[in-house]
């Protein structure tokens, strides 16, 4: 099983401020026709998770450009450029290579 | 407008069994796989079980194989999970999940499993 090791657990970030959270994966997440099988979510207070990043690095349709994430080897960062209020929540990386699916044990994102 | 619409959660004793449901709406059904993903309360979320497009192909995490059966009726766009002998420790919120790990991840609003006698 893929373990997903999430840094931090926990964030408090002022508004207009950058965040970043970092995720490492126990091996490689590149499927052999290329893709990067790595995921990142967010799950707001009393909703279900949503996909912001997809294949490593493709910001979902509707996400706001100030998320994006990046990947070097097994190691994956998101980046909130300038938080806002609203992006508070529980933030979860998930790798998809192999079943079973893991995550990560989630950063929790509060404001300031 | 992409919806999934789960149903059949509610509380069952220890043993016993529930089937979920999960009707989607909005997109091809049968163009994707679907997932069952399930999150105890103040927990992470834990992937469940997995069914290709037709649903020939599918895969289950220990916890549950052999309990728990995904299925799948392409005609009636609907995505189910059969669940026996039931323990304690699945009680959790159950969502159901298209194309987990695609450009196209969407998750249902979750059904509670509530194992307790």
């Known amino acids: 099983e893929i373990v997903m090791t999430q840094s931090p657990l926990s964030l408090t970030v002022t508004p207009g401020e950058p965040a970043s959270i970092s995720c490492r994966s126990s091996?490689?997440?590149?499927?052999?026709?290329?893709?990067?099988?790595f995921d990142w979510y967010v799950q707001k207070p009393g909703q279900s998770p949503q996909l912001l990043i997809s294949l490593g690095s493709s910001r979902a349709s509707g996400v706001p450009d100030r998320f994006s994430g990046t990947e070097s080897g097994t190691d994956f960062t998101l980046k909130i450029s300038r938080v806002e209020a609203e992006d508070v929540g529980v933030y979860y990386c998930m790798q998809g290579l192999q079943t079973p699916y893991t995550f990560g044990q989630g950063t929790k994102l509060e404001i300031k | 407008e992409v919806q999934l619409v789960q149903s059949g959660g509610g509380l069952v004793q220890p043993g016993g069994s529930l089937r979920l449901s999960c009707a989607a709406s909005g997109f091809s059904f049968r163009s994707y796989w679907f997932h069952w993903v399930r999150q105890a309360p103040g927990e992470g979320p834990v992937w469940v079980s997995r069914v290709d497009n037709d649903g020939t192909t599918t895969d289950y995490a220990d916890s549950v194989r052999g309990r728990f059966t995904i299925s799948r009726d392409n005609a009636r766009n609907t995505l189910y999970l059969q669940m026996n002998s039931l323990r304690a420790e699945d009680t959790a919120l159950y969502y159901c999940?298209?194309?987990?790990?695609?450009?196209?991840?969407?998750w249902g609003p979750g059904s509670l499993v509530t194992v307790s006698s």
């Open positions: 091996q490689s997440l590149l499927h052999s026709n290329g893709k990067i099988f």
């Open positions: 999940g298209r194309d987990l790990a695609g450009v196209g991840a969407f």
